[in-house]
């Protein structure tokens, strides 16, 4: 199975490609780089199930916990927000399952279509660029980072980070996530953390030991221990997740023939060339536009 965090991608895609428009000036960047990636992603893993996955429009339960959460990040730009809609119509049009499931994030549902599919015995890749993810990474699931070429298996992970998977997230715990708006210990970084980790090994065992951490770092984390209910509940991703789509089973996620017409008008409207060409199956087409 190949489960893609569209979200993720989505804006690294936008602000990581120059301003791509099509004849009518509308916005690209977004919508060639996410596509470009899904495109490779098939090359690499031609899996039978798959799914794109967004986070959904509105707040999420995290928002409810902690309303500074993310309250770092901007607005989408509103020539980033134009290209969702085509972007999602795009994405169904190749055959891909594509959604959302409100009040919680992509990687909410992620990591229930993962954490469910490895019990069955399914192999699964997840492609993101969170590292709030590797928190998943067992026998069975593997993190790739499409725009890096990374992947991450258990010793991925250890080698990333310096702790195993199912310690990420007392790793987290302890250094913050600043993307997310999430505090940490003060002063605390990945050294001290990971130092912490390998010799106490749980953040509940560093708790019980932290009256002999000295110094300031001590003071530090003995001040941050009230706080650590709240962010963990932030940074641990939920695999119980109601799906919907799942209602039909598992072949919901099964990929699906393209639609060819679709495509071709989608293409061509928004002017990319070699892609028009090869659904077209004519080498001499261009776009109208």
């Not at 301003?19 to 916005?27: K, T």
């Not at 119509?89 to 594509?98: L, S, Y």
């Not at 393209?258 to 060339?273: M, S």
């Amino acid at each position: 199975m190949l489960l893609v965090d569209g979200s993720s991608y989505l804006y690294r895609a936008y602000y990581a490609l120059p301003d791509l428009r099509n004849a009518l000036g509308e916005p690209t960047s977004a919508l060639y780089g996410v596509i470009n990636m899904l495109r490779k992603l098939r090359q690499d893993y031609a899996t039978q199930y798959v799914a794109c996955i967004f986070d959904a429009k509105g707040s999420t339960f995290r928002d409810e916990l902690y309303p500074l959460y993310k309250a770092n990040r901007p607005s989408m730009p509103k020539e980033l927000a134009v290209q969702l809609e085509p972007l999602h119509e795009t994405i169904a049009a190749m055959g891909w399952p594509v959604f959302s499931v409100p009040g919680v994030e992509a990687d909410d549902v992620i990591a229930t279509l993962a954490h469910q599919a490895s019990q069955k015995g399914f192999k699964t890749i997840v492609s993101t660029s969170d590292k709030d993810l590797a928190q998943l990474v067992n026998d069975n699931i593997e993190l790739v980072n499409t725009m890096t070429s990374e992947t991450q298996d258990v010793a991925g992970v250890i080698e990333k980070f310096g702790v195993r998977p199912d310690q990420i997230v007392d790793y987290l715990m302890l250094v913050g996530d600043t993307s997310d708006n999430v505090p940490g210990v003060r002063n605390v970084g990945p050294k001290t953390a990971e130092r912490w980790l390998k010799k106490y090994g749980s953040l509940e065992n560093i708790i019980k030991e932290a009256d002999s951490i000295k110094g300031v770092t001590g003071e530090n984390l003995r001040a941050a221990i009230p706080d650590f209910e709240l962010t963990r509940r932030l940074l641990t991703v939920r695999t119980d997740c109601e799906v919907p789509v799942l209602a039909e089973g598992w072949d919901a996620l099964k990929l699906k023939p393209q639609d060819t017409k679709r495509l071709i008008e989608l293409f061509d409207h928004y002017g990319f060339r070699s892609w028009l060409r090869e659904v077209s199956g004519d080498p001499e087409r261009i776009p109208e536009n």
